[in-house]
């Protein structure tokens, strides 16, 4: 004797689409089968066809447009699970924070910088950069780029308390986060901004970072750190 199980017809469309997707017949951009066609095609009622593209919506596996349809989107990365000290804000709870502001200007994306932020060359963007201090010792220097549309007054505050990073995650919280960490040896410029002395004080920690909020890219950042205030852990 055997017992079959009949899935409830919502995760049937589910599966149809997941399928049409990791087999490669449906492409980042294509647009899929409607609510309405869903329902012909399954024999079953808008509500239930509604429900599985919301739910693939949810999972990320698809975009909906009001008054244009559901659309296989781009997978983005998941949220790493690593653990930083955050040297700033001990900085800032020890009441020895200060940030230094070494450009804050306006400027045109170049084809690298376009490709990260995932806009076309030549497009405005803002460029801030910054020394974050510990009672006055240099403990980051971070180069970042932002989305105007996004954080339209970025270069009208004042950073002397304010993390930038801080800033944007309040006026635009964001959705994603991709982190990547490498080593590396600062040049002489990043030692001598660091107050970095002897060949052996020139490893450091580079933090990138790039950030979206809903579907559009935040910012993306890259952050010196001398490696001597970093330990990483894991949580996965």
């Not at 596996?61 to 349809?69: A, D, K, M, Q, V």
């Not at 790493?80 to 804050?104: F, H, K, R, W």
């Amino acid at each position: 004797m055997t017992t079959s199980v009949k899935l409830p017809r919502f995760l049937l469309i589910k599966q149809f689409i997941e399928t049409q997707i990791s087999s490669g017949k449906w492409l980042v951009g294509t647009r899929v089968p409607s609510e309405n066609e869903l329902a012909v095609r399954f024999s079953v009622s808008r509500m239930t066809a509604r429900r599985a593209l919301k739910e693939l919506d949810d999972e990320g596996l698809l975009s909906r447009s009001p008054g244009l349809g559901s659309f296989v989107t781009k997978p983005k990365p998941a949220t790493p699970q690593i653990n930083l000290p955050d040297v700033i804000e001990a900085a800032q709870a020890a009441g020895s924070y200060s940030c230094q502001t070494m450009e804050a200007s306006a400027v045109y994306a170049d084809a690298g910088t376009a490709d990260l932020m995932e806009i076309n060359v030549g497009e405005s963007l803002y460029k801030g950069r910054f020394i974050h201090l510990a009672e006055g010792i240099p403990i980051q220097l971070q180069e970042i780029y932002v989305n105007p549309k996004l954080a339209p007054a970025f270069l009208k505050q004042n950073y002397e308390k304010v993390v930038p990073d801080a800033y944007l995650d309040w006026i635009a919280p964001p959705s994603q986060t991709e982190l990547k960490i490498t080593a590396t040896m600062a040049t002489a410029s990043q030692k001598r901004k660091l107050l970095l002395t002897g060949e052996e004080e020139g490893v450091c920690m580079q933090l990138n970072m790039r950030k979206w909020c809903s579907d559009a890219v935040l910012s993306i950042s890259v952050a010196i750190n001398p490696a001597e205030r970093y330990s990483l852990s894991s949580d996965i």
